[in-house]
T-cell receptor, first 113, second 113 residues
Framework: DQQVKQNSPSLSVQEGRISILNCDYTNSMFDYFLWYKKYPAEGPTFLIS?????DKNEDGRFTVFLNKSAKHLSLHIVPSQPGDSAVYFC????????????FGKGTKLSVIP | KAGVTQTPRYLIKTRGQQVTLSCSPISGHRSVSWYQQTPGQGLQFLFE???????NKGNFPGRFSGRQFSNSRSEMNVSTLELGDSALYLCASRLAGVSYEQYFGPGTRLTVT
């Protein structure tokens, strides 16, 4: 049973507009959340993270929002650029001292020029 | 600073053979984790090593094993290869302490025929 779900396998957005990628999780014990992006033939690249004690974290064009009551995580990219076209994975971990990441299956973002 | 390196990048093996994959973490990173990525299952945690000790293991059969050396370099071994072991094997390193962000290498693409 998937503990981390990315329900949209793909998303297309116009250049300059906002991209919103979503992630739902089932276990309320998850305490840290991360977003990675992956280009073909490369490993995932760390983008941004958020602790469960926060509800928002911002880094440049990337903002992650955490809604603990809904067990929902989202990544906002503003403005979207063609170079952002990649597969985006959300990942999470449980408990202090654990560094095992559980990943969603990814959302492929296409930014159209 | 050089990123995580993995060798070889591509490998073709025959069912029943064994294989060893190598990973060199980012300089100063003492934790190394391994993940398997397949189209059906996505990214799945294999194991984590820290200071030459396995700290955590995912839900994989005993045919999958690993080790870490005193210089933090890590190897993983898969014995008695099966067709289903065809996957991208990713290594990730992490700075010790309370940092949860893992930095991935480009992966080794293993094909079992």
């Amino acid at each position: 049973d998937q503990q981390v779900k990315q329900n949209s396998p793909s998303l297309s957005v116009q250049e300059g507009r906002i991209s919103i990628l979503n992630c739902d999780y089932t276990n309320s014990m998850f305490d840290y959340f991360l977003w990675y992006k992956k280009y073909p033939a490369e490993g995932p690249t760390f983008l941004i993270s958020i602790s469960s004690i926060k509800d928002k974290n911002e880094d440049g064009r990337f903002t992650v929002f955490l809604n603990k009551s809904a067990k929902h995580l989202s990544l906002h990219i503003v403005p979207s650029q063609p170079g952002d076209s990649a597969v985006y994975f959300c990942a999470t971990k449980i408990g202090a001292g654990s560094y095992q990441l559980t990943f969603g299956k990814g959302t492929k973002l296409s930014v159209i020029p | 600073k050089a990123g995580v390196t993995q060798t070889p990048r591509y490998l073709i093996k025959t069912r029943g053979q064994q294989v060893t994959l190598s990973c060199s973490p980012i300089s100063g990173h003492r934790s190394v984790s391994w993940y398997q990525q397949t189209p059906g299952q996505g990214l799945q945690f294999l194991f984590e090593y820290f200071s030459e000790t396995q700290r955590n293991k995912g839900n994989f059969p005993g045919r999958f094993s690993g080790r870490q050396f005193s210089n933090s370099r890590s190897e993983m071994n898969v014995s008695t290869l099966e067709l289903g072991d065809s996957a991208l094997y990713l290594c990730a390193s992490r700075l010790a302490g309370v940092s949860y962000e893992q930095y991935f290498g480009p992966g080794t693409r293993l094909t079992v025929t």
